[in-house]
């Protein structure tokens, strides 16, 4: 149980477009869920804390114009990067948090972002 | 306050010794600690967590030490293999909060 699922696993856009990712709670529900980015042989790196039904909360220095975060339902936040630079290349992870359980949070594999 | 510190930066281990890897932390209100391993291009895996209430917690080859006054808490990996090569995390919370994380420590398992 518990398997947080996210889609795509990789992607590759041009400078200037717009990539949006998924972010699935498969076998239970989240009310918070939390993106976090990752640049290589670097610690993960709290993006915001997305609730459900709410708006995302964002940590300083990050961009929310530029990462959208939508938190539509109980099993599925989506992290849109806008207007994609090279420097937004990284690898991009979502957990989840079972709302069930205080403190467990699970993550999901990851997506590689590539902006050419 | 918010930071956990993570030591050391890489490690390398014979095959069948003994891997410790330890972090600090400042916030007293944190009170889950729980170690996260990552292979490459993978998201990270929970591997053991602890509560503040012991000062112990094994399973299996993976041990976790806390020491509260010291605000201190260390992952020791018995009879470590080539397999659990890998980087590890160790992070903190209070209850519900975004986790945060230490810098991560690269091990290395030689056989």
């Known amino acids: 149980g518990a398997v947080v699922s996210q889609h795509p696993s990789w992607v590759i856009c041009k400078s200037g477009t717009s990539v949006k990712i998924e972010c699935r709670s498969l076998?239970?529900?989240?009310?918070?869920m939390f993106w976090y980015r990752q640049f290589p042989k670097q610690s993960l790196m709290l993006m915001a804390t997305s609730n459900e039904g709410s708006k995302a909360t964002y940590e300083q220095g990050v961009e929310k114009d530029k990462f959208l975060i939508n938190h539509a339902s109980l099993t599925l936040s989506t992290l849109t990067v806008t207007s994609a630079h090279p420097e937004d290349s990284s690898f991009y992870i979502c957990?989840?948090?079972?709302?069930?359980?205080?403190?467990?949070?699970?993550f999901g594999p990851g997506t590689r972002l590539t902006v050419t | 306050q918010q930071q956990v510190k993570q030591s050391p930066q890489s490690l390398i281990v014979q095959k069948g010794g003994i891997s410790i890897i330890n972090c600090a932390y400042e916030n007293t209100a944190f009170d889950y600690f729980p170690w996260y391993q990552q292979f490459p291009g993978k998201g990270p895996a929970l591997l053991i967590a602890i509560r503040p209430d012991v000062s112990e917690k094994k399973e299996g080859r993976f041990t976790i030490s806390f020491n509260k006054s010291a605000k201190q808490f260390s992952l020791h990996i018995m009879d470590s293999q080539p397999g659990d090569s890998a980087t590890y995390f160790c992070a903190a919370n209070q209850a519900g909060t975004a986790l945060i994380f230490g810098k991560g420590t690269t091990l290395s398992v030689s056989s």
């Open positions: 076998d239970f529900q989240a009310t918070t």
């Open positions: 957990s989840a948090r079972d709302y069930r359980v205080s403190y467990e949070q699970y």
